[in-house]
């Protein structure tokens, strides 16, 4: 076993790209596993190598998600695609307001891509994944020629416990007027991040994306506070995640711009290419709707994090213009928020 | 929110191909779900509209596996990717020994897609699920640029419930020298049938994707009766399940080629384009390994059902060549089956 493995080892490194055969199901599949993915995710359920993962969870509640990936580039200051994969998804489980615990990864390959790249990613992944604390159980791959993927896309698909009297959290039902809005830091990081790579803008180099993963975090407040809703704030930003939420519950939200978290380098940037860091998207900011009276606690506390030691009061629920997000403008203005019409960033995440 | 659903329907109808922007997270991002995802994978769970889904489960074992699906072409005699992708997942688990429970669908669509190929592939995909009794309860959608995608890819993740007496089925832990090997049903026909469409060969007009979902039958027969080990014969094919058990219990295995349920149609196209039908891709067949004293029961049994009815014994375990798959071909002689080297037919699933 131990010979097979280390020629399996020595086969990948000669051909130093990605075949068509590496997602053949045949002997080079079984060298592009044993080579790159079981020595990045050995864990005892991976290794029964059957293609469904065998779980035992205690009885409870569910949380379920899934996410593809086709960030382009997949490397970008602050991460790449596998680590965005990993945190994107253990943050949705997080905001469910469950533990996350196992994740599925399904790879799409574009022939050619070379195998150190494809090991960047992947061993990207199990580091996000042992800095949550999920397994990484099951997973797949797909080689498609070229031109006919971009690289690499991923999809993570990911399993947590839900505790009961957490199961409402997401769903925001106990959202009710004069609660406040928090985050947890800068917004627009990530979605400038790409922008600035993509288009080889190169404007500021401490412009980096915020992808990690908040789950920690998120189990800590919840667990000591009474949250009355959140959600992470990816693909169409603060805006679009609080645009959804009042016109879901029939609240206003009134949203302060002078107080908003923004670096003065993506707010630079964001001017230049015409964008609102408002619908920028994010893979590190959670939202969170939370009673008056609790708020500068868990101001505190999120504070203490590293993951949220920019956090800011952003907003507040009123029962004036309900269904509307309205904005208090830095020069005094006052402008509604509205969704996101079509596609400001495509290929962010 | 009835006037607004008008609306999207309206809309999409208006732009009959699918844009980047549909990707976006925003407005259109909302049309698209409204007026196709939702409207076919219809049910209380993925109402919610949360980025996870709250499931719950009964204290138990759970099986857990992910697959992308990248077939070309993405609509086939027999079938299409959508069909596919829900009957690939839901044979995963069922071989595992689960009862299938939840789906979590994935799409990536190459910008410029007609909505109505979308749309036909969804509604295959609710057909499935309903055929399987499974619930598709999670899902997400990518857009990508021209030339990125080649029209469209789906990740489908399952979760199934598995009973403790059946957590070591997939394993072959009980697999002993006698044991019989059981196939469901004709060889090949998938991956012969994708050829057959993408080579715009037309030999034969009755060859078609096998592509069903297994897991009814092979709940009743596991309920049934013992069965030491099974796995659904997909890429690779039954060569490559058997070489891989072989291997992996230090059992040897012989195959009767005369009995190996394969159609006179795929059999000459198989010759045409010098493939063997024992490595061409199936969707619809699960291999099963049972005691020698149960076979024709069990075959009587299988046979009763609908994927079932084409049901043959094709080989035995033996003690000699271990690790090794001898087969006996029609015209006497004997070779060993190995594990596919590199890229036989690509992306069949």
Known sequence: MKAHVQLIINIVMHNNTILLGHGSG???SHELLESIFFKYFKNSVLEKQTDSAVLHVSPSHLSFTTDSYVVNPIFFNGGNIGKLAVSGTVNDLAVSGAKPLYISVSFIIEEGLPVQELETVVQSMAEEAEKAGVLIVTGDTKVVERGKCDKLYINTTGIGQLEERFTNISYGTRVSKGDRIIINGYIGDHG??????????HFSSDIASDAEPLNHLISDIIEHYPIHFMRDATRGGVAT???ELASSLGF??????QVLPV???VKGLCEILGFDPLYVANEGKVIMVVPEAEAQHILNRMRTHEYGKDAAVIGEITSDHPGKVLLHTEIGGKRIVDMLAGEQLPRIC
Chains 1, 2 share one sequence.
């Open 26 to 28: 045949g002997t080079l």
């Open 192 to 201: 400038i991040a790409i922008m600035n790579e993509r288009e080889s803008l």
């Open 241 to 243: 995640v609080l645009v």
């Open 252 to 257: 206003g939200i009134e949203l302060d711009e």
């Open 263 to 265: 670096r003065e380098s």
